[in-house]
């Protein structure tokens, strides 16, 4: 245990015996294919003991009598877990998640806590937060349900989650869609994603998974997707002692983080707006707007983010819905919005569901 404390079954109960090769090797775990690695195996539900070992430590044991020691304890205990609460102007809040029940899992799943920890530093750096933002270190499954035991109350505040697992590998990044699919979570993510230009793949909700599957139960179907890179139990190191500080990197780490700052960054930034002048498309030039563009980079660009903009904003649509719809990137579409906002073409909706129902 002290060289590698996977080599004990997480959870075993205790034993003291002597046993023959033959009758210990049931107790003994390795991977065949994998002879190199130790895995990395829990009995959290059912009592028994056991060791995991390389296989080729297993094929050197001679056969001979063997003392076998497990100085265990099973008795009853407490549930830890960690909670940050950053508060921002308004009371509804984004919600992200990490996991700390794996030891010596480098990849699932310190990435996902040293992620969070970068996080919340970074958002309490930001002054005039518009959500706040609540951070949990919790042990996967039995932790989320116990937070959400502990916080009905608190879920319905909840209108964006991300489940950070698997930040640290090589592999690009995949976000894994929320109960929901179309939630703003999901749009957030999915431009995101798009707008980084790097290589991403999106997929649909599945039940099996991490917490998300928790807080999208039917009672709750909170706004949770999962943001990675490779997707748990699709690379070969995936719980076993592979999973290192030598898989990961810190080139897979900052791209994870600037990925979900992108996110946050959109989620604060996105806002719904209703077109003033919605017969046919208004006279630009009398309304100072082609002014307000000297400054811009890209006139073209933002010429045509605003004709999508004057055509879109019917109180419904929110700046993601219209940047996922016009395929612009994001952030040019919210320059055009402040600019037709500033002349008082466009005028933000506070409630846009309720615009929803009247227009």
């Known amino acids: 245990f002290q060289k590698n404390n996977l080599h004990v079954l997480n959870y075993s109960t205790p034993v003291r015996a002597k046993l023959r090769l033959e ?9 065949p294919e994998r002879p190199d690695w130790i895995p990395y195996l829990t009995s959290y539900y059912k009592e028994r003991w056991g060791f995991c070992l390389t296989h080729h430590e297993l094929q050197a044991l001679p056969d001979d009598e063997y003392e076998v020691c497990i100085d265990s304890i099973l008795e009853s205990g407490n549930l830890t877990y960690g909670e940050i609460l950053i508060p921002g102007r308004q009371k509804e809040e984004f919600l992200l998640t990490c996991y700390v029940c794996h030891p010596s899992m480098c ?30 270190f919790i042990p996967e499954t039995i932790g989320s349900i116990t937070w959400l035991a502990h916080n009905e109350a608190k879920v319905s505040n909840i209108k964006f989650g991300l489940v950070a697992t698997c930040v640290g590998d090589p592999g690009h990044m995949t976000y894994r869609k929320s109960r929901q699919d179309t939630a703003a979570i999901d749009k957030a993510v999915e431009v995101a994603l798009r707008d980084s230009g790097a ?19 039917l009672a709750f179907q909170m706004p949770v997707g999962s943001l990675m890179r490779t997707v748990y139990d699709r690379f070969p190191e995936y719980h076993t002692s592979a999973d290192n500080l030598e898989y990961v990197s810190v080139g897979g780490l900052q791209d994870s983080y600037e990925r979900y700052l992108d996110v946050i960054g959109m989620i604060e930034a996105d806002r719904t707006y209703v077109n003033m002048n919605p017969k046919c498309e208004p006279q630009l030039g009398k309304r100072g707007v ?12 933002s010429i045509n983010a605003m004709t999508y903009l004057l055509n879109l904003c019917d109180g419904t649509q929110s ?16 320059t055009a919005a402040d600019m037709l906002a500033q002349c008082g073409i466009l005028q933000e909706i506070k409630t846009p569901t309720a615009i929803q129902s009247s227009v």
């Open 23 to 31: 009758e210990l090797k049931p107790y003994l775990h390795t991977i």
């Open 107 to 136: 990849n699932d799943n310190l990435s996902g806590t040293v992620l969070l920890v970068e996080l919340a530093k970074a958002l309490r750096a930001i002054e005039n937060l518009r959500y706040s933002y609540r951070l949990l």
């Open 199 to 217: 290589p991403h793949s999106i997929i649909d909700f599945f039940v099996p998974g991490s917490d998300e599957r928790q807080f999208g139960s």
């Open 290 to 301: 082609y002014s307000l563009l000297g400054g811009q980079k890209n006139v073209s660009t």
């Open 319 to 334: 700046l993601l819905d219209i940047a996922r719809r016009s395929k612009m990137k994001f952030f040019d579409i919210k």
